[in-house]
């Protein structure tokens, strides 16, 4: 069901790229970014409370609170820039840059949580840095 779930992820996120492109017109956009945070954070807590899983807060470890804090702030910091970009560009050229962050990501889970490469992933990542430099230059 992973895939599912990431398939999901994806269609949102392509969605919320063409809304938010939209919804930043004429507004600063870290007053649009943190209009979205207050939606998120409302959600996030809503989702949490009505499946219960504020009886287990109690569960997470100061290694946990650290990291997804640290999580948070690059989150935080990815949206600030993914709308300030959306705001100078357009869609098609900052939505296939921001997805360089999948070659990213491979690239640190393998450089900091050991993560094994193997020929497949390697060219996929590839596949994607090369497909995101086609379509900039579009």
Same mark, same amino acid.
Request: charged letters at 10%; proline letters at 1%.
């Given at each position: 069901?992973?895939?599912?779930?990431?398939?999901?992820?994806?269609?949102?996120?392509?969605?919320?790229? @063409?809304?938010?492109?939209?919804?930043?017109?004429?507004?600063? *956009?870290?007053?649009?970014?943190? @209009?979205?945070? @207050? +939606?998120?954070?409302?959600?996030?807590?809503?989702?949490?409370?009505?499946?219960?899983?504020?009886?287990?807060?109690?569960?997470?470890?100061?290694?946990?609170?650290?990291?997804? @804090?640290?999580?948070?702030?690059?989150?935080?910091?990815?949206?600030?820039?993914?709308?300030?970009?959306?705001?100078?560009?357009?869609?098609?050229? +900052?939505?296939?840059?921001?997805?360089? *962050?999948?070659?990213?990501?491979?690239?640190?889970?393998?450089?900091?949580?050991?993560?094994?490469?193997?020929?497949?992933?390697?060219?996929?990542?590839?596949?994607?840095?090369?497909? *995101?430099? +086609?379509?900039?230059?579009?």
């Amino acid at each position: 069901m992973w895939w599912l779930y990431a398939l999901l992820s994806a269609f949102f996120a392509a969605l919320t790229a @063409v809304l938010a492109k939209v919804g930043i017109k004429g507004v600063d *956009s870290n007053l649009a970014t943190a @209009v979205r945070a @207050v +939606v998120i954070l409302l959600l996030a807590w809503s989702i949490v409370y009505f499946r219960g899983g504020l009886a287990e807060i109690h569960t997470l470890t100061h290694n946990n609170l650290l990291f997804l @804090v640290l999580s948070g702030l690059a989150t935080g910091l990815s949206w600030v820039f993914y709308f300030r970009a959306l705001q100078l560009g357009q869609v098609s050229q +900052v939505a296939p840059v921001d997805k360089l *962050s999948v070659a990213l990501a491979i690239i640190l889970s393998v450089v900091f949580l050991g993560e094994k490469l193997t020929w497949q992933t390697a060219l996929g990542a590839g596949l994607i840095i090369a497909g *995101s430099l +086609v379509l900039v230059r579009a």
